[in-house]
């Protein structure tokens, strides 16, 4: 029996090696593919899961942005509110208006008394009455000349009701200019001084001749005198000067408000669309790192897996202590391989070197937003210095108004000189660089920063390698061109948020979106008051429409996504 299987397979020996080597081929090959797939597989989905994981890393990074700019606004503005407190001004200017006011209401109540007793006073005693008028000083004489003023002691209607009647109406500036100048009286040497005014009030005195009358005028002449000599001690300048100086306090008061306002107000929208950017630089850039450091751990980790499970093999067991070493230095040799591949984080420092880095926000939040401020002040001053308060202005010429400041804010037409003459117009105007504003762009600048940024003193030292990588890598991203487009679309978004928050403040009902109308035009002054509501609704408003609106913005996404992942060539 065994003979004839044998005898079977001998002859048919090449057929059935044929078959078990096709079989045995196929199933190596078969095999192979599997493990093939399997490995695909499994590289499929780690790489999806890594990009899960780095999705998910970079969407909590950005709500991280969010939430530290929402943080840091607060900040900012209590100090932009504080150096630029436009209420301060227009309260100076209210308080001056209102002095005027209340001393023209004293002198008014003053001659009011005056006129009521003199009603009141026996008629058969001219010579009383015409002591008085005599006696008057310029200002109460107001629309009476020498000849007319004894026409008017018998009328019912008084001095004071003339000057009243003929005043009501007036500003608070031309009252003072009517006090002081007044007709001129050729004939009446007692509206030159105070101290011909005594003198007519003791000759007026010696004339009366009843004891009640003669007191109660008396009484009534001290107190006319008192009002005018505290008003013309409280205007010790000539006439003239005096009511010119009034006026242009005034007016400078008026430009101030006018400037600080709108200098106040776009600085806020520059300053928080910077802060945006710069801590989105910031927080990207330490999620960057932070990410790689990850990657690299649990792929040492892995490393060391695969060596401990090689090493435990059967053949190893027999050369153990042989590999002992080995296994040692390939352990020594691999943590230096990662930790080199590490970088910055690999020292073990990586809290100090987060928290210096962050630090580099004080810079902006101290000094920055100024010089970010005074180059604003200098633009609305160009702009907004034609326009006068009482122009009537449209949504979309207060519009034009800040598109032509932003102009002026963000780029600058001055060349270079050159030895060949151009036309100044025809060259492209030249886009400003907020790195100053930003970070410092100096050693010493760093260490300010550090030392009064509120860091212990052992952590102010700027000789770090990381630290200083990182503020290279900072200075990088915000002098490249995709900084500088970023930056223009968060402004322009700013600006619709702006003029939308002006349409609900400034304009009552609303501007008219069909098309401009002289119903939606309201004077520059009537503005005012709406433009400096908004700067407070952007910085202490729930929810912050410009930090807010700023995190929907695609592109700055995208400048973020760039940032997160350009670590290849720099951990290749």
């Not at 006696?135 to 629309?143: E, F, L, N, T, Y």
């Not at 760093?446 to 390698?465: A, R």
Request: aromatic residues 6%; hydrophobic residues 35%; proline residues 4%.
């Amino acid at each position: 029996m065994f003979e004839g299987v044998r005898t079977f397979v001998y002859n048919r020996r090449r057929g059935i090696a044929t078959t078990v080597g096709f079989v045995g081929g196929f199933y190596l090959a078969a095999r192979y593919v599997m493990e093939r797939l399997e490995e695909i597989r499994e590289q499929v989905v780690q790489e999806k899961t890594a990009r899960e994981n780095l999705r998910r890393r970079f969407r909590q990074n950005q709500q991280d942005c969010t939430y530290t700019i929402l943080a840091l606004v607060p900040t900012l503005g209590d100090k932009i509110l504080e150096e630029m407190d436009v209420e301060s001004v227009t309260l100076k200017l209210q308080m001056q208006s209102k002095a005027a006011k209340s001393r023209m209401q004293t002198l008014s109540s003053s001659a009011s008394e005056v006129n009521t007793s003199s009603l009141s006073l026996n008629t058969d005693q001219p010579s009383i009455t015409s002591s008085i008028e005599l006696s008057m000083p310029s200002p109460a004489r107001v629309g009476f000349d020498s000849e007319s003023s004894q026409s008017h002691i018998g009328s019912a209607q008084s001095w004071v009701e003339q000057f009243t009647a003929d005043h009501s109406s007036s500003a608070p500036s031309e009252i003072d200019q009517s006090l002081h100048d007044g007709p001129p009286a050729p004939s009446s040497p007692t509206s030159s001084s105070g101290a011909h005014l005594s003198d007519s009030v003791t000759s007026a005195s010696a004339s009366l001749v009843s004891a009640t009358n003669s007191e109660r005028v008396s009484q009534l002449i001290e107190s006319l005198h008192s009002v005018r000599s505290d008003y013309i001690n409280s205007h010790p300048a000539a006439p003239n000067e005096d009511a010119s100086l009034t006026t242009k306090s005034k007016a400078e008061l008026w430009r101030e408000v006018k400037i600080l306002t709108f200098t106040r107000t776009l600085t806020i929208l520059y300053s928080t669309t910077l802060l945006s950017l710069l801590t989105h630089i910031q927080l990207n850039l330490l999620g960057r790192y932070k990410y790689v450091q990850s990657v690299l751990e649990m792929e040492r980790e892995q490393k060391l897996k695969e060596r401990q499970s090689l090493q435990a093999t059967l053949t190893n067991l027999f050369w153990n202590a042989a590999n002992i070493s080995n296994s040692s230095s390939s352990t020594s040799l691999l943590n230096e391989e990662i930790g080199s591949a590490l970088g910055l984080f690999g020292n073990g420092q990586t809290g100090h070197t987060e928290r210096k880095y962050l630090t580099l926000s004080w810079w902006l939040l101290n000094v920055g937003w100024r010089e970010v401020g005074d180059r604003v002040r200098v633009a609305v001053e160009a702009i907004f210095d034609e326009v006068s308060l009482k122009a009537k202005l449209g949504m979309e010429d207060l519009e034009r108004l800040i598109k032509d400041t932003r102009q002026k804010v963000e780029f600058s037409h001055s060349q270079q000189s050159s030895n060949t003459v151009q036309d100044a117009s025809a060259l492209p105007p030249r886009r400003i660089s907020f790195l100053p504003s930003l970070i410092p762009v100096t050693p010493e600048g760093l260490k300010d920063v550090l030392e009064k940024g509120g860091l212990p003193p052992h952590l102010t030292d700027i000789d770090d390698t990381a630290f200083l990588q990182l503020v290279e890598d900072t200075r990088e991203f915000i002098s490249s061109a995709d900084f500088g487009q970023v930056l223009e679309t968060c402004l322009d978004h700013a600006s619709d948020i702006l003029f939308d928050g002006l349409r609900r403040m400034v304009f009552p009902d609303g501007a008219s979106t069909e098309g401009p109308s002289h119903l939606d035009k309201i004077r520059l002054a009537g503005m005012l008051p709406g433009v400096a509501r908004w700067s407070h609704a952007a910085i202490y408003g729930t929810p912050n429409e410009i930090v807010e609106g700023l995190a929907e913005v695609r592109e700055l996404a995208g400048f973020s996504a760039i940032i997160y992942s350009s670590y290849a060539d720099t951990f290749r």
